[in-house]
């Protein structure tokens, strides 16, 4: 089953005929919000809300690891990563989707790891590559199905919020070589990696990096752009939910 992670502007999936809503509960601790499993024509899909229901939950408090671990609970084997982000990149302006292959994690002070030695076992995961190949590869084919262009590549700058970055901040993302910023994406693609969940981050550009664009930040325009762009990204993912029975038919 796919697991699908919405995240601001993206608080329930439009079309899920719900079976179940259950607060899961890990040994984590709770989930954002229940993991509701429901049919999306012939397919299961679990989605989860990852600010919790009404969007209550700042990046910095997510609770990743009961997250994670919860989509595990109810059978999910792979997990699509729906993000808001900030456009550094010039090519990746606001309402474009954006599937990046590499991540840089800026993040300080979250719990981000299952192996944290309490077991007294080290655990070295390799995460040379930390977005799943084949995942991504499902989004890059359900994108051009639905006709819905796809920046493919770049690198996810994470960065620890809840305030936005500085100007020099992106500027030396960009030195750095992100393409885009986000708040939300470390913990999440590691602990999924951890548990051995392949894992991708759909992307959406909510707006122009702080110093790249004519307007100061707000969090109203935002939440405008995300309202129209978020539609694309549910229109991607619901082709990737279909697709699901050829893909299984071709052995992946
Ligand atoms: N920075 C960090 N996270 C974000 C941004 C941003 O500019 N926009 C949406 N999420």
Not at 46 to 75: K, M, Q, W
Not at 226 to 250: H, N
Request: aromatic share 6%; hydrophobic share 45%.
């Amino acid at each position: 089953m796919l697991g699908i992670i919405g995240g601001s502007g993206f608080g329930e999936f439009p079309g899920l005929a719900l079976e179940s809503s259950e607060p899961i509960n890990t040994r984590w601790g709770k989930s954002s919000a229940p993991v509701r499993v429901g049919r999306l024509g012939a397919q299961r899909v679990a989605f989860l809300a990852r600010h919790g229901d009404g969007h209550v939950l700042p990046p910095h408090r997510i609770n990743y690891r009961a997250n994670i671990a919860s989509l595990e609970a109810v059978g999910v084997k792979q997990i699509v990563a729906v993000a808001a982000v900030g456009g550094i990149a010039p090519d990746c302006q606001s309402g474009c989707l954006v599937l990046p292959d590499q991540l840089i994690d800026y993040t300080e002070g979250r719990a981000h790891t299952f192996f944290d030695g309490e077991d007294g076992k080290v655990v070295h995961v390799d995460f040379t590559q930390p977005y799943d190949q084949a995942l991504r590869e499902r989004l890059i084919q359900a994108a051009a199905r639905v006709s819905e262009p796809l920046f493919v590549g770049g690198t996810y700058g994470c960065t620890n919020g809840p305030r936005l970055e500085t100007a020099a901040e992106i500027r030396r993302l960009a030195r750095d070589g992100c393409t885009v910023v986000g708040m939300t994406g470390m913990p999440e693609a590691v602990l999924a990696r951890e548990l051995g969940l392949p894992y991708a981050s759909l992307c959406v550009v909510a707006n122009a990096a702080a110093g790249l664009g004519a307007e100061p930040l707000s969090m109203d325009a935002i939440l405008a752009v995300l309202r129209t762009a978020m539609s694309r990204a549910v229109r991607v993912l619901v082709q990737v939910v279909k697709d699901e029975p050829l893909c299984a038919a071709a052995g992946r």
